[in-house]
């Protein structure tokens, strides 16, 4: 490896380092979203089994 080679490596490899870190950033965000999504459809579930409920026992009492 001679000196010429390395300075034209290292836009290269700056370049690399750059698309590496935004990938990373990326990440980061759908991490983030899924986080969101999965407290999102917990509170869903939640909501929806509690009115499921909800209706249940309005149907026993409409019955007897």
Do not use: W
Not at 48 to 58: D, E, F, G, N
Request: aromatic share 4%; proline share 2%.
């Amino acid at each position: 490896i001679t000196i010429y080679s390395l300075t034209q490596m290292g836009p290269r490899i700056a370049q690399e380092i750059e698309s590496v870190l935004e990938r990373g950033e990326k990440l980061d965000s759908l991490v983030d979203k899924s986080q969101t999504l999965s407290a999102s459809s917990k509170a869903f579930y939640k909501t929806a089994k509690s009115q499921v409920c909800a209706l249940l026992q309005m149907k026993r009492r409409n019955h007897n």
